[in-house]
């Protein structure tokens, strides 16, 4: 039980144009959802936290109108990256957890984005 | 800012020994721990936790230790596998903010 998938595995995209991750709890009701990023050889850094239905939180230095988070349902989180530049490619990563064990975050295997 | 860091980015271990990856944190409000393994373009995969009200914690293979007091948290993995090679992440977190703040990550090889 508790799989979090992704969608798409992996994209490239040119300069410019906006790529979709999805991110869906497959056999659990996910009343928060997380979003990291990775680039190659670091660590996993927070880029907004997203409960279903209101707007996403955040973290410092995240652009909130270049990654997009929407929570529309307790099973679907997507991230957008509006106008995409090379800078932007890099490994994102989301979680979720269930309201009465909140501590517990299930992974996703992760969606690799190169922009060219 | 509150951050967890690892000693060593590296470790390589010859198969059968034990292995032991270590992390320092520096929140000392964290009341919650926990060791992730990621393999290469995968997500992260959780190993183990411990709350803070313990110091040590045994899975199958696996021990976590906590050292509360000189903020430190290791990772034992006994008679390590080639299946152990990957990138160990420790994350912390306190109860009422359910975010998790990541290590820098130690990259485990096993050699044969």
């Known amino acids: 039980g508790a799989v979090v998938s992704q969608h798409p595995s992996r994209v490239i995209c040119k300069s410019g144009t906006s790529v979709k991750i999805e991110c869906r709890s497959l056999?659990?009701?996910?009343?928060?959802m997380f979003w990291y990023r990775q680039f190659p050889k670091q660590s996993l850094m927070l880029m907004a936290t997203s409960n279903e239905g209101s707007k996403a939180t955040y973290e410092q230095g995240v652009e909130k109108d270049k990654f997009l988070i929407n929570h529309a349902s307790l099973t679907l989180s997507t991230l957008t990256v509006t106008s995409a530049h090379p800078e932007d490619s890099s490994f994102y990563i989301c979680?979720?957890?269930?309201?009465?064990?909140?501590?517990?975050?299930?992974f996703g295997p992760g969606t690799r984005l190169l922009v060219l | 800012g509150e951050s967890v860091g690892l000693h060593l980015p590296t470790l390589s271990v010859q198969e059968g020994d034990n292995s032991i990856i270590n992390c320092a944190y520096s929140n000392s409000a964290s009341d919650y721990f926990i060791w992730y393994k990621q393999e290469s373009g995968k997500g992260p995969q959780f190993i183990i936790d411990?709350?803070?009200?313990?110091d040590k914690r045994q899975g199958q293979r696996v021990t976590v230790l906590l050292n509360k007091t000189v903020k430190h948290l290791s990772l034992q993995i006994a008679a390590t596998q080639p299946g152990d090679s990957a990138v160990y992440f420790c994350?912390?977190?306190?109860?009422?903010?359910?975010?998790?703040?990541f290590g820098t990550g130690t990259r485990l090889t096993i050699i044969p």
């Open positions: 056999d659990f009701q996910a009343t928060t």
């Open positions: 411990i709350r803070s009200n313990m």
């Open positions: 979680s979720a957890s269930i309201a009465l064990s909140q501590e517990t975050q299930y």
């Open positions: 994350a912390e977190m306190y109860f009422g903010n359910e975010k998790l703040t």
